[in-house]
């Protein structure tokens, strides 16, 4: 008896015929096995039983080792050939026990079984007909009807298929070898043909992955290999493209056309590495130079334009770069509007750019499709609070330079600035107050923005001279008085004045 949930009962529910293995009693007069051979059959049938495949297996090498002409040996060893799914290793073993015992119907029906997953019909077909004429148990004959009934169909298919893709039917031929794939699940030409209507039908991923069946199920299978590598390439991933192409040079370096696409990724590939540590040492004119190149090198893919116009945008952006960020994040969100790396890097490029409400658009689109990104969060709510900022004072503003402007234009627009609108200036009392208050949002702007932290603070959307910003509301902003800023040198490059300044 067999035990339920038994290795064997499960090899059982697959492969019906396997379970005649528990039932071979050893013969040894008719096969004429010594008794260390007996000994390997009977341990390995134990181990099987049992789950441990790897050491049944040792069992039935050394029982075929010991004697070549031992049917049971080669039957049992293709059982665990197959619990293992190796079906390439178990059929030779097949095709040797029906050479040795003509009549073992259930090797012969296994065989066709895998003969059948192969796409082999015709000598699965021919397994089928033998057994029907073998004297066949009941159970075996009804199996073997039925198996060969559906190779027919399978036939019948595999015509109609490859009428359909000869006629450019590829949507048609797809169908048809859906169906035969179900069945016929090991034939590598299926998969290849399926693959190719796949391309012809603009769905690489799905032809990449028959490709990969196909490139295991058929050995030295370089056509796959490069195939493979050449729908990665054209789909802008360098890296994979690479791997397959080696892979189709490991097994023949000589291989002309996976040699030359090696060259072109290799190069390609090297471009973009070097283009990457750029960026991530903060050397951005270098990497755009890079990637300005990684167009150049392979013009004919647009993925690679779209990828390297996109890392051209990040560049521009981190470089404070804001005008050549926001053209070039443009032009790759005409072709990608749902680009979630170029919205951000053109929404950091139009904050530097002052302009808050194209910004907010921008991350709000980001924010759509990703919206558990903190950095799209953060830059959203930034936008949000400079906005809101501009609305009332604005130090760059005041100055008249850039938000990415060094120290020493913001020293330079201020002196300049402070001496234009010195209350000393003005005689005429009502230009006096004009001036004055002019000249205080002078001096403020100069305080926050040449102090690094205060800077950042209002760069971040917080004024830091505002007393309603620093504590979340309640209060009157806070204004220094024109006494508080009298006896200060706009001429000095910071900190208090040293000593007083008056113009006649």
Not at 74 to 84: D, E, I, Q
Not at 121 to 129: G, I, V
Not at 275 to 290: F, H, Q, V
Not at 359 to 374: L, M, W
Request: hydrophobic fraction near 35%; glycine fraction near 4%.
């Amino acid at each position: 008896m067999v035990a339920p949930g038994s290795v064997t009962s499960r090899l059982g529910s697959v492969f019906p015929f396997l379970l005649v293995l528990v039932d071979l009693q050893y013969e040894g007069a008719e096969c004429g096995v010594n008794a260390d051979v007996e000994k390997h059959l009977e341990l390995g049938k134990k181990l099987l039983a049992a789950g441990q495949l790897a050491d049944a297996l040792s069992q039935f090498h050394a029982a075929v080792d010991g004697d070549p002409d031992n049917y049971i040996a080669y039957y049992r060893r293709a059982t665990v050939f197959l619990a293992m799914g190796k079906s390439k290793a178990a059929l030779p073993d097949l095709t040797k026990v029906i050479e040795l015992k003509m009549d073992f119907t259930a090797a012969r029906l296994q065989r066709g079984h895998l003969l059948l997953k192969q796409g082999k019909l015709d000598e699965a077909e021919d397994d089928f007909k033998k057994v029907l004429k073998s004297h066949p148990s009941e159970n075996e004959e009804k199996e073997a009807q039925a198996q060969l009934l559906k190779s027919g169909e399978m036939q019948h298919l595999r015509s109609q298929a490859l009428y359909a893709f000869e006629g450019a039917d590829y949507t048609a031929a797809i169908t048809f070898l859906d169906t035969i794939l179900e069945v016929c699940v090991w034939d590598a030409d299926l998969r290849e043909l399926r693959a190719e209507c796949f391309i012809q039908e603009g769905e690489p991923r799905k032809a990449i992955s028959d490709l990969k069946a196909a490139s295991k199920l058929k050995n030295d299978n370089t056509e796959a290999f490069y195939k493979i590598s050449i729908l990665y390439y054209q789909l802008g991933d360098h890296e994979m493209s690479l791997s397959e192409v080696r892979e189709c040079l490991k097994l023949d370096q000589d291989h002309k056309r996976c040699f030359a696409h090696y060259k072109q990724v290799k190069k390609l590939s090297k471009l973009i590495e070097s283009a990457e540590e750029l960026i991530r040492d903060g050397r951005y004119t270098e990497a755009t130079s890079k990637y300005e190149s990684v167009m150049k090198t392979e013009p004919s893919v647009s993925e690679y334009t779209i990828r390297s116009k996109e890392r051209i945008c990040h560049c521009f952006s981190k470089d404070e770069k804001p005008v050549e960020a926001i053209r070039t994040c443009s032009e790759v969100l005409q072709l990608e509007p749902d680009n979630v790396n170029a919205l951000k890097d053109r929404a950091e490029a139009y904050l530097i750019e002052e302009m808050y409400d194209e910004a907010i658009e921008d991350y709000e689109t980001a924010q759509e499709h990703n919206e558990n990104d903190q950095q799209i969060r953060e830059g959203l709510e930034k936008a949000q609070r400079l906005l809101k900022q501009s609305q009332k004072r604005d130090y760059y503003k005041i100055l008249g330079v850039k938000r990415n402007a060094k120290k020493q234009e913001i020293i330079k627009a201020y002196r300049k600035l402070a001496m234009q609108w010195h209350p000393d200036n003005f005689q005429n009392e009502e230009e006096k107050k004009k001036a004055e208050k002019k000249f205080i949002d002078i001096a403020a702007a100069k305080e926050v923005l040449s102090d690094p932290e205060m800077r950042k603070k209002f760069d971040d959307g917080e004024d830091p001279l505002d007393a309603e910003s620093q504590q979340g509301g309640g209060g009157n902003p806070f204004h220094r008085s024109w006494n508080s800023w009298q006896g200060f040198n706009p001429f000095s490059s910071g900190g208090p004045f040293r000593f007083k300044f008056h113009f006649n």
